[in-house]
């Protein structure tokens, strides 16, 4: 059976992964991003760079993007040279960034008045995962073309999981986001205050790991906080984001998260004091300068 084409907007750590992951598996590949070295890496492999987001649609089966935002996501499909300009009747869009569910259920309506599909397949794991095609996936939208671009997931990831409508793969990805950075977040500030107050953090991460607060993301905050080491390659910038999106969710379910709205605060303050760019572990840094 003929491998679909590819075309893969969005090269950074986990996208350039999985673009070469897929050229490891011989499919064929169209790849476009601003950072022309990660392009040209590519295309070292045999990949394809068209000159734009339509040239791109117009010659693949189905398009992915690892993208940062929605708005970035909003720019590439819209635009005057954009995917839904290009795109093909039959043709399958997936978004594997961390999107707004509202943005990608308008994008889906768009693509589907085309003959095109939409799924929605936020990413769970970390680029090492990604080069070995291991990556859990969380994808959701039309069963149809869920069933059509699932022999593709099955490469990607370790775990593929179908979770029902369009936009559904978003909405788990932020609740993801939401319980896992404000771990962090709690975890570092609790490693932060031991530290004030003269207790251990070898100590502490031992006591507690050896009890049901243990956890990887307990691995990671100890890996910063007491071997100064990042090591889970999630930003302190892109956790900020996906709270903002989660607290834009519940905002438009009609609820409120007083808790995202701690975790958000403190996100961003570790923004504003230059720490965005290090990994989410880091803001204990923030924590343990913190004065009231």
Excluded at 112 to 122: T, W
Excluded at 196 to 214: K, T
Aim: glycine fraction near 12%; proline fraction near 3%; aromatic fraction near 6%.
């Amino acid at each position: 059976m003929t491998k679909p084409v590819i075309g893969f907007i969005g090269l950074g750590l986990m996208g350039g992964n999985m673009v070469e992951n897929l050229q490891n598996r011989g499919y064929e590949l169209n790849v476009m991003d601003l950072n022309a070295d990660a392009v040209a890496k590519c295309v070292e492999r045999g990949a394809k760079a068209p000159a734009s987001a339509k040239e791109l649609a117009e010659n693949s089966d189905i398009v992915m993007l690892c993208l940062t935002t929605s708005a970035v996501v909003e720019k590439v499909v819209y635009g005057d040279e954009g995917i839904l300009a290009g795109i093909k009747e039959g043709a399958v869009l997936v978004d594997f960034g961390t999107s707004i569910p509202a943005s990608t259920k308008k994008i889906g309506a768009d693509l589907a008045a085309k003959g095109a599909g939409m799924i929605d397949a936020p990413l769970g794991r970390t680029p090492a995962h990604a080069k070995d095609g291991l990556l859990n996936i969380m994808a959701a939208g039309d069963i149809d073309t869920f069933n059509k671009v699932k022999p593709v997931l099955e490469e990607q990831g370790e775990n593929v999981f179908h979770l029902g409508a369009l936009g559904a793969g978003h909405v788990t990805k932020l609740v993801n986001n939401f319980m896992g950075m404000t771990t962090v977040a709690t975890m570092s500030q609790a490693f932060a205050v031991a530290k004030q107050a003269g207790v251990d953090g070898q100590q502490l991460f031992d006591i507690m790991s050896a009890g049901p607060s243990n956890s990887p993301f307990m691995q990671f905050c100890k890996f910063y906080a007491v071997d100064g080491e990042e090591k889970l390659g999630f930003s302190i910038n892109n956790a900020n984001k996906d709270l903002g999106y989660f607290l834009a969710l519940c905002e438009e379910l009609g609820t409120e998260s007083l808790i995202a709205q701690g975790t958000s605060t403190s996100l961003q303050a570790a923004v504003d004091a230059g720490l965005g760019n290090h990994d989410v572990p880091v803001i204990f840094d923030y924590f343990k300068d913190l004065k009231k």
